[in-house]
């Protein structure tokens, strides 16, 4: 019983560790992951209990840190999310410690009788077990739409805060250790976790509302540029219309020449050097704007058409191909259009530099997945594309390409859009796959 008992203890404070990091963390952790992740704290659990005491919470915490870093890219995010989970369960332990101590049993010598300790951890483990996915549920979609808007910068504040916040937490549970968990150390402690607790989360509210209102002017602002490029555009196809209808008079006019003359032959030569390419021409950049109509995203579809009309009036041979309706894609339209502009940006410039300039542009709207191709012609100058992704890296020179490091960046705030980049002797391609169900990456 001396063995089991303990050993029972440790794999219920296990549990009541994992149950709210696998509720609150923002990426759902597979089944290997999770046993890995309940051996991790079992041991530490195991050194706090036998070995090290209350100290030891800092080897679960640093070790805990780490873990998350290596299973998911958003290291600070997660970090973040973490330390503010053992906060919250720091907080709640000691409120439930405290009621416990004045309606249940003695919170000093709870240790000392196995029915009420084992009591305490299992109503412990339900009452989490109740109110973490509630909570949970609550703050899954505000925490998604807040790093969607935050920076590094403001994350490592909030990251430092959380810490400061945790080692205040810290130095109070080891002290409580040497001193003893009397009904005055609980009280104070839950007055002094509940207060800290609630004006660091009212800080952080607050900076972030703030940094999120900039974001969004930013973002208005962008999109407003959008629509002015998209404007513009617009206004040179009308000036380029008014040509054509210049031109086209010309034309009438040479054609009824050759007529009243009657040289045939003549006609025959004019129209079929400057009719029919004129009539291909016409054609073929009617057939591939057409397809755009299928985009009913407004800013997407204006960021697309501006850059591929641009493309069209650098005389740069265009394929496009939208074959059925984008209407919903789960992403920032601004982030998005700020990827696709980037994208388009550049292969604009690369295919300018080759004899044949041509670019192709797909989306491809599959069952779980859309997929952005954009692929251009270019002149291979060796440099690994890994290397492109890096500020200042460019194969246009010097003190530029910060175009793909920003794509990059705002990709790395999505687990569920992936870009991958590949090249063949003659072109360049750039894949975006956006998944339908984020839950899948």
């Known amino acids: 019983m001396s063995i089991v008992f303990p050993l029972f203890i440790y794999i219920l404070s296990t549990f009541s560790y994992l149950l709210p990091i696998c509720c609150f963390l923002p990426f ?51 970090i973040c999310i973490f330390i503010a989970t053992y906060l919250f369960c720091v907080l709640i332990e000691n409120i439930f410690s405290l009621l416990w101590d004045t309606f249940v049993f003695p919170i000093s010598s709870i240790q000392d009788s196995y029915l009420y300790y084992s009591l305490y951890i299992l109503l412990y483990i339900l009452i989490l077990a109740v109110i973490c996915p509630i909570i949970s549920k609550s703050l899954r979609h505000l925490g998604k739409r807040i790093y969607m808007n935050i920076s590094k910068r403001l994350l490592m504040l909030i990251v430092t805060n959380l810490t400061m916040c945790l080692l205040i937490f810290l130095f109070n549970i080891i002290i409580g250790e040497h001193i003893g968990y009397s009904r005055k150390t609980v009280t104070f402690n839950c007055i002094l976790f509940g207060c800290y607790f609630i004006i660091s989360t009212v800080l952080i509210v607050n900076v972030i509302k703030a940094h999120t209102v900039k974001i969004e002017m930013n973002m208005r602002q962008d999109a407003y540029n959008q629509l002015q490029a998209y404007t513009n555009q617009i206004e040179n196809m009308y000036s380029s219309l008014r040509s054509f209808k210049h031109d086209y008079h010309n034309i009438m006019l040479t054609l009824s020449e050759y007529i009243e003359t009657g040289d045939m032959n003549g006609l025959r030569t004019y129209f079929d050097k400057e009719i029919i390419p004129l009539n291909k021409k016409l054609s073929t950049n009617t057939s591939n704007l057409n397809q755009l109509m299928n985009i009913k995203i407004t800013g997407i579809k204006s960021i697309i058409s501006a850059k591929l009309l641009y493309a069209m009036e650098l005389n740069i041979t265009i394929s496009i191909e939208v074959t059925e309706e984008i209407a919903d894609i789960p992403m920032d339209t601004v982030d998005l259009s700020r990827i696709l502009g980037i994208f388009l940006d550049n292969a604009i410039e690369a295919s300018l530099e080759t004899e044949k300039p041509s670019i192709q542009f797909a989306i491809i709207n599959l069952k779980n997945e859309y997929i952005f191709i954009i692929s251009n012609s270019f002149l291979d100058s060796g440099l690994p594309y890994a290397a492109l992704r890096q500020p200042t890296i460019s194969t246009k020179g010097g003190n530029r390409g910060i175009g793909l490091y920003n794509a990059d960046e705002i990709i790395s705030k999505y687990n569920y859009v992936l870009w991958d980049t590949e090249t063949t002797d003659l072109y360049f391609t750039q894949r975006l796959r956006i998944l339908k169900n984020s839950g899948e990456a």
Do not use: A, D, P, T
């Open 28 to 78: 759902k952790l597979k089944l290997k992951e999770k046993v890995l992740f309940f051996f991790l704290l079992f041991v530490n659990i195991m050194l706090i209990g036998r070995q090290l005491g209350n100290i030891g919470v800092i080897l679960l915490i640093v070790s805990s840190c780490i873990y998350i870093s290596l299973i998911n890219k958003n290291r600070l995010l997660n």
